[in-house]
Nanobody
Framework: QVHLVESGGGTVQTGESLNLTCVASGSPTNVFAMGWFRQAPGKQREYVAS???????DYAESVKGRFTISRDNVVDAIYLQMNSLKPEDTGIYYC????????????WGQGAQVTVSS
């Protein structure tokens, strides 16, 4: 069973930056696809970014040019560098992993709160 643990959330002002980390543990690792989703209060969970083994990174249009996802396959971790944050980026950010694809069934972390004040 694989466990995902997020860290790095917090409260910042508009235009500032945050970095999120998600580390996978358990057996087996080398998770095929890992990514980030977020959920704002009163809204559905939405896709943010993902990175898949053997493929490049992918981003939602709303974060392109501002967010960067990266992966460390040695420690089975992903990172989300978030720059030029906006109030609409506020939400709980969830890490997801899947052995089949980011849109397939998988496993989730507990979430990390990101709050951007105006």
């Amino acid at each position: 069973q694989v466990h995902l643990v997020e860290s790095g959330g917090g409260t910042v002002q508009t235009g500032e930056s945050l970095n999120l980390t998600c580390v996978a543990s358990g057996s087996p690792t080398n998770v095929f696809a890992m990514g980030w989703f977020r959920q704002a209060p009163g809204k559905q969970r939405e896709y943010v970014a993902s990175v898949t083994l053997g493929a490049g990174a992918d981003y939602a249009e709303s974060v392109k040019g501002r967010f960067t996802i990266s992966r460390d396959n040695v420690v089975d971790a992903i990172y989300l560098q978030m720059n030029s944050l906006k109030p609409e980026d506020t939400g709980i950010y969830y890490c997801k992993g899947s052995f089949r694809g980011i849109w397939s069934s998988g496993f989730w972390g507990q979430g990390a709160q990101v709050t951007v004040s105006s």
